[in-house]
Nanobody, 120 residues
Framework: QLQASGGGLVQAGGSLRLSCAAS????????MGWFRQAPGKEREFVAA????????YYADSVKGRFTISRHNAKNTVYLQMNSLKPEDTAVYYC???????????????WGQGTQVTVSS
């Protein structure tokens, strides 16, 4: 299981760090991704990392502001979010896939989501 945490309410320009911890499964062999879903919108890709953390992909909308990282010894993946904007408001999900992927349907395992709200 994947457990996402770290969401909350923050003012525009602020920062949050999301965590995704795994239980019952070792993440080190999986590519990991973060997605988000705002009300009334489809789930969209945010960031992904390879199993080693050596390769990362970002959506254009978060590039330069968000950083995905992982600590395989802790079985945890992180999403550092800086310079947050109101349009970043969404439920954020972590997911695991075989290899580094950017498509929602390419991920096999999903966490339950954590709410991020950015006020203007």
């Amino acid at each position: 299981q994947l457990q996402a945490s770290g969401g909350g309410l923050v003012q525009a320009g602020g920062s949050l760090r999301l965590s995704c911890a795994a239980s019952g499964r070792t993440l080190s062999s999986y590519g990991m991704g973060w997605f988000r879903q705002a009300p009334g919108k489809e789930r969209e890709f945010v960031a992904a990392t390879s199993w080693s953390g050596g390769i990362t992909y970002y959506a254009d909308s978060v590039k330069g502001r968000f950083t995905i990282s992982r600590h395989n010894a802790k079985n945890t993946v992180y999403l550092q979010m800086n310079s947050l904007k109101p349009e970043d408001t969404a439920v954020y999900y972590c997911a695991a896939a075989r290899g580094i992927r950017v498509g929602v349907r390419e991920y096999d395992y999903w966490g339950q989501g954590t709410q991020v709200t950015v006020s203007s």
